[in-house]
């Protein structure tokens, strides 16, 4: 049998289940008795050991409570920038922004985040300018 590279699609499938698994508090068990199968059989789709079926995928989805489509989020093969720390900060906000109900307030951060973002691009780009506030209290770190 032919080994897979790392970063496969299996694996970021893999690590997608037991992120939602684990963020859920369901157990490697209690999902493998859920799906029929073997806890050791989660735990080879959750390491990308072994391709899931697009049947028990399905299954998956419906029983952590997501679209299909959120297990291949993020997989186009190039990291957003700023690395790893960005795109786990990414992961953060998106993960925070799904858990919030008011849709007033979900508006409310998609306008700061737009203004936050026109006000870095500056005049060029269609902001109002290059002024960068501090962030953290003026100690030399993270500005906008």
Aim: aromatic residues 6%; charged residues 30%.
């Amino acid at each position: 049998m032919a080994r897979r590279r790392r970063g496969t699609l299996d694996e970021h499938i893999g690590d997608r289940i037991r992120r939602r698994r684990v963020e859920l508090g369901v157990t490697q068990e209690q999902l493998a008795r859920a799906l029929g199968v073997t806890y050791q059989q989660i735990q080879k789709y959750e390491a990308g050991a072994n391709r899931i079926s697009a049947v028990y995928l399905h299954r998956v989805a419906e029983m952590l409570g997501v679209p299909i489509a959120w297990f291949f989020e993020d997989f186009a093969g190039t990291p957003p920038p700023g690395g790893a720390r960005s795109a786990r900060l990414v992961r953060e906000l998106l993960e925070g922004f799904d858990r919030i109900d008011s849709e007033a307030v979900r508006q409310a951060l998609a306008a700061l985040a737009r203004a936050v973002a026109e006000r870095q691009a500056g005049p060029a780009a269609g902001g109002r300018g290059t002024r960068r506030a501090p962030l953290d209290g003026g100690r030399g770190g993270t500005t906008w």
